[in-house]
Protein backbone atom coordinates (compact mmCIF):
# COMPACT_ATOMS: atom_id res chain seq x y z
CA UNK A 1 0.00 0.00 0.00
CA UNK A 2 1.50 3.31 -0.53
CA UNK A 3 -0.01 5.76 2.09
CA UNK A 4 1.99 8.82 0.70
CA UNK A 5 1.44 10.80 -2.34
CA UNK A 6 5.21 11.29 -3.21
CA UNK A 7 4.15 12.61 -7.07
CA UNK A 8 4.26 15.89 -6.85
CA UNK A 9 7.00 17.01 -4.28
CA UNK A 10 10.61 18.62 -5.93
CA UNK A 11 13.81 18.24 -3.69
CA UNK A 12 16.67 19.15 -5.32
CA UNK A 13 19.24 16.58 -5.63
CA UNK A 14 17.03 13.75 -3.99
CA UNK A 15 15.69 10.78 -4.86
CA UNK A 16 13.33 9.57 -3.41
CA UNK A 17 11.98 5.59 -4.08
CA UNK A 18 8.44 3.78 -2.67
CA UNK A 19 8.56 0.32 -2.08
CA UNK A 20 6.75 -2.51 -1.97
CA UNK A 21 7.83 -4.57 0.94
CA UNK A 22 8.02 -8.57 0.92
CA UNK A 23 6.19 -10.20 3.16
CA UNK A 24 3.37 -7.01 4.10
CA UNK A 25 1.26 -9.02 6.29
CA UNK A 26 3.93 -9.88 8.94
CA UNK A 27 6.83 -7.86 8.13
CA UNK A 28 8.67 -10.21 9.30
CA UNK A 29 12.67 -8.77 10.40
CA UNK A 30 14.40 -11.59 8.23
CA UNK A 31 12.76 -10.89 5.08
CA UNK A 32 12.67 -7.05 5.87
CA UNK A 33 16.16 -6.24 6.97
CA UNK A 34 17.46 -8.28 4.12
CA UNK A 35 15.43 -6.18 1.64
CA UNK A 36 16.31 -2.87 3.08
CA UNK A 37 20.38 -3.65 2.71
CA UNK A 38 20.28 -5.76 -0.75
CA UNK A 39 17.08 -3.94 -2.92
CA UNK A 40 16.80 -0.64 -1.41
CA UNK A 41 20.72 -0.54 -0.60
CA UNK A 42 20.14 2.23 2.42
CA UNK A 43 23.74 3.77 3.12
CA UNK A 44 24.93 6.77 5.30
CA UNK A 45 23.41 8.84 2.73
CA UNK A 46 19.83 7.71 3.16
CA UNK A 47 17.26 8.67 4.45
CA UNK A 48 14.62 5.80 5.83
CA UNK A 49 10.95 7.01 6.44
CA UNK A 50 9.40 3.91 8.27
CA UNK A 51 5.88 3.82 9.31
CA UNK A 52 4.36 1.67 11.87
CA UNK A 53 5.69 -2.40 11.25
CA UNK A 54 8.39 0.21 8.85
CA UNK A 55 9.22 2.41 11.92
CA UNK A 56 10.85 -1.16 13.72
CA UNK A 57 12.23 -2.48 10.77
CA UNK A 58 13.91 1.18 10.20
CA UNK A 59 15.12 0.46 14.08
CA UNK A 60 15.62 -2.81 13.75
CA UNK A 61 18.33 -1.94 10.72
CA UNK A 62 20.05 1.00 12.37
CA UNK A 63 21.27 -0.82 15.00
CA UNK A 64 24.04 -2.53 12.43
CA UNK A 65 24.55 -0.31 9.83
CA UNK A 66 25.00 3.71 9.01
CA UNK A 67 21.95 5.95 7.79
CA UNK A 68 21.73 9.94 7.43
CA UNK A 69 18.51 9.83 8.73
CA UNK A 70 15.68 8.39 10.12
CA UNK A 71 12.01 9.65 10.14
CA UNK A 72 9.92 7.19 11.48
CA UNK A 73 5.92 7.81 11.81
CA UNK A 74 4.02 5.55 14.44
CA UNK A 75 7.13 3.95 16.36
CA UNK A 76 6.43 1.41 18.93
CA UNK A 77 8.48 -0.90 21.11
CA UNK A 78 6.46 -4.09 21.84
CA UNK A 79 4.87 -6.64 20.06
CA UNK A 80 1.47 -4.75 22.17
CA UNK A 81 0.16 -8.72 23.05
CA UNK A 82 -0.63 -9.52 19.28
CA UNK A 83 0.60 -12.18 17.69
CA UNK A 84 1.34 -11.04 13.58
CA UNK A 85 3.58 -8.46 15.77
CA UNK A 86 5.57 -11.35 17.97
CA UNK A 87 5.77 -13.30 14.55
CA UNK A 88 7.79 -10.02 12.93
CA UNK A 89 10.58 -10.63 14.90
CA UNK A 90 11.18 -7.22 16.23
CA UNK A 91 10.27 -7.46 19.62
CA UNK A 92 12.53 -10.53 21.12
CA UNK A 93 15.08 -9.26 22.14
CA UNK A 94 15.95 -5.58 23.74
CA UNK A 95 16.40 -2.44 21.94
CA UNK A 96 20.12 -0.99 21.24
CA UNK A 97 19.72 2.85 21.91
CA UNK A 98 22.95 3.93 21.95
CA UNK A 99 24.02 1.95 19.00
CA UNK A 100 21.15 3.26 17.12
CA UNK A 101 22.08 7.01 18.07
CA UNK A 102 25.87 5.99 17.14
CA UNK A 103 24.72 4.90 13.61
CA UNK A 104 22.28 7.55 13.05
CA UNK A 105 22.61 11.07 12.27
CA UNK A 106 19.46 12.55 12.36
CA UNK A 107 16.11 11.07 13.80
CA UNK A 108 13.27 12.56 13.76
CA UNK A 109 9.56 10.61 15.23
CA UNK A 110 6.07 11.43 14.60
CA UNK A 111 3.33 10.73 17.05
CA UNK A 112 -0.53 11.20 18.06
CA UNK A 113 -2.12 10.88 21.12
CA UNK A 114 -4.88 9.33 19.25
CA UNK A 115 -3.15 6.25 17.80
CA UNK A 116 -6.14 3.76 17.98
CA UNK A 117 -3.39 0.72 17.93
CA UNK A 118 -0.29 2.03 19.49
CA UNK A 119 -0.36 3.59 23.10
CA UNK A 120 1.74 7.06 23.69
CA UNK A 121 3.66 5.45 26.07
CA UNK A 122 4.97 3.09 23.43
CA UNK A 123 5.82 5.98 21.56
CA UNK A 124 7.46 8.07 23.96
CA UNK A 125 10.09 5.50 25.07
CA UNK A 126 10.77 5.63 21.42
CA UNK A 127 11.84 9.18 21.61
CA UNK A 128 12.93 8.71 24.56
CA UNK A 129 15.81 5.79 23.73
CA UNK A 130 17.01 7.74 20.39
CA UNK A 131 16.60 11.82 21.41
CA UNK A 132 14.58 12.04 18.74
CA UNK A 133 13.24 15.47 17.38
CA UNK A 134 9.35 14.10 18.60
CA UNK A 135 6.34 16.12 16.86
CA UNK A 136 3.54 15.30 18.72
CA UNK A 137 -0.11 15.29 17.18
CA UNK A 138 -3.61 14.76 19.54
CA UNK A 139 -5.73 14.09 16.11
CA UNK A 140 -3.55 12.23 13.49
CA UNK A 141 -4.23 8.71 14.73
CA UNK A 142 -2.02 6.13 13.28
CA UNK A 143 -1.48 8.72 10.19
CA UNK A 144 -2.78 6.74 7.31
CA UNK A 145 -4.56 9.86 5.72
CA UNK A 146 -2.99 11.07 2.69
CA UNK A 147 -2.09 14.34 3.26
CA UNK A 148 1.38 14.62 5.34
CA UNK A 149 2.93 18.02 4.44
CA UNK A 150 4.75 17.97 8.00
CA UNK A 151 6.47 14.99 6.46
CA UNK A 152 7.76 16.50 3.19
CA UNK A 153 8.97 19.64 5.34
CA UNK A 154 11.06 16.98 7.83
CA UNK A 155 12.63 15.42 4.56
CA UNK A 156 13.57 19.17 3.08
CA UNK A 157 15.05 20.24 6.50
CA UNK A 158 17.00 17.48 6.82
CA UNK A 159 18.27 17.45 2.99
CA UNK A 160 19.45 21.29 3.88
CA UNK A 161 21.59 19.38 6.81
CA UNK A 162 23.47 17.52 4.56
Known sequence: ???FNIKNINIPDMTCLLSNMPDPVTARE???LPFIQEELQCDEET??????SGA??????AETHNVFGLILVGAYTSDLGDENERESGYF???????QMRRNVGHIVQFGSTDDPFLPWEEQQAVAEGLGAVLHKYTDRGHFQNTQFPELIDAVRKLRAAA
Open 56 to 61: AAAMRY
Open 1 to 3: MNL
Open 30 to 32: SIW
Open 92 to 98: SRPWEWE
Open 47 to 52: VIIGHS
